[in-house]
């Protein structure tokens, strides 16, 4: 038994050192990863049908070649083209016309010259049951100046004025002045501001400026100071210095004589050019100011919002002669009896023709 151990010992000492001698004559083998084998089966390729195009391919080239030559000889004519037929209409693109529909009979239609009255008589006979006729169309508003042009209108716009001119014989342009150069400066700055303050401000300031120059040379904030309690004192320095440089530069000088040379000048507009024609160079106008507005409305001599249009308006009713007057009588009425949060409508003058339309 010891002798089998033995022997069976030395065999397998003997194959580990063979082993080991393997081992350091060629070094540890590398595990050989086997590929996966995949569970789905894999598809059969088809067959491509680049072969069969080519080959129809060819065939159509050499039918092509053999064609032109035989055209070159003169023995075949060449072949019509084809007309394309029309394309259908794809989803989404343009739609077809639609088809032409068929006139219903001359009993049941209706023509579109058949009065509403036929109409609902026709309808009623087919439903059965009443209809009711449509609400007649509501009455076109008249025009804004249809009522301020009659001749009513203007005998009354007439009585107005009488009527003022016996109670302000005396009305004149509140504004203080002396030349138009002075007139043009107060009526800038009486933009948003009473006419008592731009007086008060004026009575200083035409003292020390007294030319078109004045103005343009003066400090910015000088100017500024002179005029700040009339509001707006920025843009009003703005304003009276670029009118005066262009008098200087565009009119030599000298404050222009026309409304349309007027309104070249940086802030004078209808109102400031009015006031200027009629006070100064004694051409009539109608100045639509503050209380012409409201005035004109209140006695129902226009029904326009803007003053430009007001202004129209009132020549269309007021005597020619009597624009530059009548606007000053206005105006005086509106600071004295006509006022615009209380009017004493029991002392005025010319209450029997004042229609009376206060604003709520």
């Known amino acids: 038994m010891a002798s089998k151990r033995k022997s069976r010992t030395g065999k397998k000492g003997a194959g580990r050192t063979k082993a080991k001698g393997k081992r350091a004559a060629g070094g540890r083998k590398k595990a050989t990863s086997r590929p996966k084998k995949s569970k789905t089966k894999a598809r059969p390729r088809k067959l491509s049908k680049a072969p069969t195009r080519g080959k129809k391919a060819g065939a159509a080239g050499a039918k092509k070649k053999a064609r032109a030559e035989a055209r070159a000889k003169g023995g075949v004519k060449p072949r019509a083209k084809a007309k394309p037929k029309p394309k259908a209409a794809a989803k989404g693109g343009a739609k077809a016309k639609p088809k032409a529909r068929t006139k219903k009979p001359a009993a049941q239609a209706i023509s579109k010259t058949q009065s509403v009255q036929t109409t609902l008589a026709l309808l009623e006979s087919t439903i059965g049951l009443p209809v009711l006729s449509p609400a007649p169309p509501a009455p076109a508003k008249p025009a804004a100046t249809a009522t301020a042009a009659s001749p009513e209108t203007r005998e009354r716009a007439r009585r107005i004025l009488d009527g003022l001119t016996v109670e302000y014989p005396d009305a004149k342009i509140a504004l203080d002045y002396t030349n138009a150069l002075e007139l043009l400066v107060a009526t800038i700055l009486a933009a948003q501001c009473t006419d008592e303050r731009v007086n008060m401000v004026t009575k200083e300031l035409f003292l020390k400026y007294r030319t078109p120059e004045d103005y343009v040379n003066a400090p910015d904030s000088e100017l500024e100071d002179a005029i700040r309690s009339t509001g707006f004192f920025h ?7 670029a009118a005066c440089k262009s008098i200087i530069y565009d009119f030599g000088g000298e404050v222009p004589r026309t409304m349309d040379d007027l309104l070249t000048l940086p802030g004078v507009g209808r109102k400031t050019a009015n006031v200027l024609l009629g006070n100064v160079f004694g051409v009539p106008g109608v100045v639509v100011d503050t209380h012409m507005i409201r005035l004109a409305k209140r006695m129902g001599l226009t029904a326009q919002n803007e003053a430009d249009k007001i202004e129209y308006d009132l020549m269309k009713i007021f005597p020619e002669q009597q624009w530059t ?27 029997d023709d004042c229609p009376k339309l206060l604003e709520d």
């Open 325 to 351: 007057f009548g606007s000053h009588l206005i105006a005086t009425h509106g600071r004295t009896y006509c006022t615009a949060r209380s009017p004493q409508c029991t002392l005025c003058p010319v209450a």
């Open 235 to 241: 843009n009003k320095a703005k304003a009276i210095k």
